[in-house]
């Protein structure tokens, strides 16, 4: 079955920068766009950025763009995030999820289990 | 890029229907069929229920069924159960080429 594990998140003062990791076990990986989704605690869920599956076009939230950059390594099955300028509005789960097209238009069909990254003021 | 709207909460007792509704505009919900419903218990990762719009993935229970009314979406659980009690999210793809998703309905079985 198709797992996702996120790491990488952490404790991290306002201004700093963190990169989180999110390693597929997938054997077409190559196949399938990827998301970063993250719940503020007590929130709903907010779309943060995704992928193709090529890594050829990127999507980010207004609330990120500027700030926040997506990519992936096809030859390692991982996905990351490059949070940088984070502020305590940042502090949130985040979750990487896949989609079963190549361009995240779909739906997400399978999630990982979320890593918590928290932003002191 | 406004969440889209869902009702706060819901309730209904064990037996009964109960239907999210999930109000978008013409350039998301109503303009694609990537309308999907994810299912979220305290401290899990979400769970696919409902995908483009109608569709049930293998493994979801025939309870679930999804539809759509111009930029409304919904979603209908028949025969509540105690299970079933979590929170519920809509999402859409969007003409801006990002992806949103509605703000949580926090279902209650009474």
């Known amino acids: 079955d198709v797992q996702l594990v996120e790491s990488g998140g952490g404790l991290v003062q306002s201004g700093e920068s963190l990169r989180l990791s999110c390693t597929v076990s997938?054997?077409?990986?190559?196949?399938?766009?990827l998301s970063w989704v993250r719940q503020a605690p007590g929130k709903g869920l907010e779309w943060v950025s995704g992928?193709?599956?090529?890594?050829?076009?990127?999507y980010y939230a207004d609330s990120v763009r500027g700030r926040f950059f997506i990519s992936r390594d096809n030859s390692e099955n991982t996905l990351y995030l490059q949070m940088n300028s984070l502020g305590p509005e940042d502090t949130a789960v985040y979750f990487c999820?896949?989609?079963?097209?190549?361009?995240?238009?779909?739906?997400?069909?399978?999630w990982g289990q979320g890593t918590l990254v928290t932003v002191s003021s | 890029q406004s969440a889209l709207t869902q009702p706060a909460s819901v309730s209904g007792y064990p037996g009964q229907s109960i239907t999210i509704s999930c109000t978008g505009v013409?350039?998301?919900?109503?303009?694609?069929?990537?309308v999907s419903w994810y299912q979220q218990h305290p401290g899990k990762a979400p769970k696919l229920m409902i995908y483009?719009?109608?569709n049930r993935p293998s493994g979801v229970s025939n309870r679930f069924s999804g539809s759509r009314s111009g930029n409304t979406a919904s979603l209908t659980i028949s025969g509540l159960q105690a299970q079933d009690e979590a929170d519920y999210y809509c999402?859409?793809?969007?003409?801006?080429?990002?992806?949103?998703f509605g703000g949580g309905t926090k279902l209650t079985v009474l």
């Open positions: 999820a896949r989609s079963p097209d190549a361009y995240n238009h779909y739906y997400f069909d399978y």
């Open positions: 997938d054997f077409n990986f190559n196949n399938h766009g």
């Open positions: 992928i193709s599956s090529s890594g050829g076009s990127t």
């Open positions: 013409s350039s998301d919900v109503g303009a694609y069929n990537y």
């Open positions: 483009d719009v109608t």
């Open positions: 999402r859409s793809y969007t003409s801006r080429n990002t992806l949103v």
